[in-house]
């Protein structure tokens, strides 16, 4: 998001550098499950995802873009009504979702299981290669001359009466403006200058399998949200669903928790009984970032004018580099073409999904 906004920002006429801690898209942005879909957006996010989905399409190959459509499936009755009440209301907020039988579903996906006894359907669903997210970003950071600097933790920040000076080991920047765009990090870094946000860090878990034959075309989800999974063309099968691992973002990487992931993966071979044969290769874990309210914080940051935050957007993968683009636009003092959501808002208790 970080990148999204100074890219914007940049092409808007600004003077833009970025500092990572780490290389360029290591955080959530470059280790996420890249599910581009519709049916596990938030409602009120919708108008958000449709727009970033119609971006990373225009990345097309660079980010291995593919719009192969997605299920979600229910395998009872109290998941099937869930599932009606969910997608009718994604509809209703402009996603593309119809609901299709279970044997119009096993034509379509045969390896997927018998027990399923209802499923939705977007044909825009879809996904990308999280890890390319860095290189596609360093590609265009290049083209446009934008200074960037990795492996570059920011420890201080001092406020001066011409803006900012951030400092990192030996170097000291000075920029009229910030923007803290730090995932995870975003509450240790705003604690740099003073501010509190009560930013937490989910520890979700993704793992690979090895090449299979093909047993599914489409991305797959469950009524519940708790799984993602996708084929890759090369045979591999990635899974997700936002299960927990452990570890706090100032600890660096979290760690994969079996009683996690176990019925992580038992929930996937539920739904593709052939997975069972199937290993495994890789689990990881990556941060993500939240409020209670899981809306996304973008706009200033406190009573500064010259401080901005932009972070904690579920499915932020989806919807980074549309949100980045108001952000860019909200900095070079544009009006945003869709609101942008008060980091000051007074935040109450709100649902995952
Ligand atoms: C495992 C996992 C799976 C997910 N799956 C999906 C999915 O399938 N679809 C979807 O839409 N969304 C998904 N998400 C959510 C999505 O990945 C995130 O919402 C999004 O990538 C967040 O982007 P970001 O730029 O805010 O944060 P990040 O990508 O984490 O970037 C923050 C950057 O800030 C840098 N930084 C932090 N502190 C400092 C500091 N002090 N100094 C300098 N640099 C600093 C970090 O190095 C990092 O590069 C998933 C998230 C995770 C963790």
Same mark, same amino acid.
């Not at 006429?13 to 990572?20: A, K, R």
């Not at 997975?275 to 495994?280: E, N």
């Given at each position: 998001?970080?990148?999204?906004?100074?890219?914007?920002?940049?092409?808007?006429?600004?003077? =833009? *550098? @970025?500092?990572?801690?780490?290389?360029?898209?290591?955080?959530?942005?470059?280790?996420?499950?890249?599910?581009?879909?519709?049916?596990?957006?938030?409602?009120?996010?919708?108008?958000?995802? $449709?727009?970033?989905?119609?971006?990373?399409?225009?990345?097309?190959?660079?980010?291995?873009?593919?719009?192969?459509?997605?299920?979600?499936?229910? /395998?009872?009755?109290?998941?099937?009504?869930?599932?009606?009440?969910?997608?009718?209301?994604?509809?209703?907020?402009?996603?593309?979702?119809?609901?299709?039988?279970?044997? *119009?579903?096993?034509?379509?996906?045969?390896?997927?299981?018998?027990?399923?006894?209802?499923?939705?359907?977007?044909?825009?669903?879809?996904?990308?290669?999280?890890?390319?997210?860095?290189?596609?970003?360093?590609?265009?950071?290049?083209?446009?001359? $934008?200074?960037?600097?990795?492996?570059?933790?920011?420890?201080?920040?001092?406020?001066?009466?011409?803006?900012?000076?951030?400092?990192?080991?030996?170097?000291? $920047?000075?920029?009229?403006?910030?923007?803290?765009?730090?995932?995870?990090? %975003?509450?240790?870094?705003?604690?740099?200058?003073?501010?509190?946000?009560?930013?937490?860090?989910?520890?979700? =878990?993704?793992?690979?399998?090895?090449?299979?034959?093909?047993?599914?075309?489409?991305? @797959?989800?469950?009524?519940?949200?708790? %799984? =993602?999974?996708?084929?890759?063309?090369?045979?591999?099968?990635?899974? !997700?669903?936002?299960?927990?691992?452990?570890?706090?973002?100032?600890?660096?990487?979290?760690?994969?928790?079996?009683?996690?992931?176990?019925?992580?993966?038992?929930?996937?071979? /539920?739904?593709?009984?052939?997975?069972?044969?199937?290993?495994?290769?890789?689990?990881? =874990?990556? /941060?993500?970032?939240?409020?209670?309210?899981?809306?996304?914080?973008?706009?200033?940051?406190?009573?500064?004018?010259?401080? /901005?935050?932009?972070?904690?957007?579920?499915?932020?993968?989806?919807?980074?580099?549309?949100?980045?683009?108001?952000?860019?636009?909200?900095?070079?003092?544009?009006?945003?073409?869709?609101?942008?959501?008060?980091?000051?808002?007074?935040?109450?208790? !709100?649902?995952?999904?």
């Amino acid at each position: 998001m970080g990148c999204g906004t100074a890219l914007r920002a940049s092409e808007g006429g600004m003077n =833009t *550098i @970025i500092i990572d801690q780490s290389d360029m898209g290591q955080g959530a942005s470059g280790v996420n499950a890249g599910t581009l879909s519709m049916q596990i957006k938030r409602v009120k996010l919708m108008p958000y995802a $449709i727009k970033g989905h119609d971006m990373w399409q225009k990345m097309g190959q660079e980010v291995d873009f593919h719009k192969t459509g997605g299920y979600t499936l229910a /395998f009872n009755d109290r998941e099937a009504d869930l599932l009606h009440d969910r997608m009718t209301m994604k509809k209703e907020a402009g996603a593309n979702i119809s609901f299709v039988s279970p044997a *119009i579903l096993q034509e379509k996906e045969p390896s997927l299981a018998q027990k399923i006894v209802a499923a939705s359907y977007c044909p825009d669903d879809g996904y990308a290669n999280s890890s390319l997210t860095g290189q596609y970003y360093r590609k265009r950071i290049t083209q446009l001359g $934008i200074n960037y600097m990795e492996n570059t933790k920011i420890t201080q920040i001092n406020e001066t009466s011409t803006g900012y000076e951030i400092l990192s080991g030996e170097n000291r $920047i000075q920029t009229k403006r910030i923007l803290f765009a730090c995932g995870g990090w %975003l509450k240790e870094a705003v604690s740099l200058i003073g501010e509190d946000i009560p930013v937490n860090a989910r520890v979700n =878990t993704v793992s690979v399998t090895e090449r299979a034959p093909r047993l599914m075309n489409s991305v @797959i989800g469950h009524a519940t949200g708790l %799984l =993602t999974m996708k084929q890759k063309n090369n045979g591999t099968v990635l899974i !997700g669903g936002g299960w927990q691992g452990i570890g706090k973002p100032s600890e660096g990487r979290g760690k994969v928790v079996m009683d996690s992931l176990i019925p992580n993966l038992q929930l996937a071979k /539920f739904a593709a009984p052939k997975l069972a044969k199937v290993r495994i290769v890789r689990s990881w =874990t990556g /941060f993500e970032a939240n409020v209670p309210d899981f809306y996304p914080l973008a706009g200033k940051l406190g009573k500064r004018d010259n401080a /901005f935050i932009l972070g904690c957007v579920r499915g932020g993968y989806t919807i980074g580099p549309y949100i980045s683009s108001l952000m860019g636009d909200y900095i070079l003092g544009k009006e945003p073409e869709m609101p942008l959501f008060d980091p000051s808002r007074k935040f109450e208790q !709100g649902k995952l999904i």
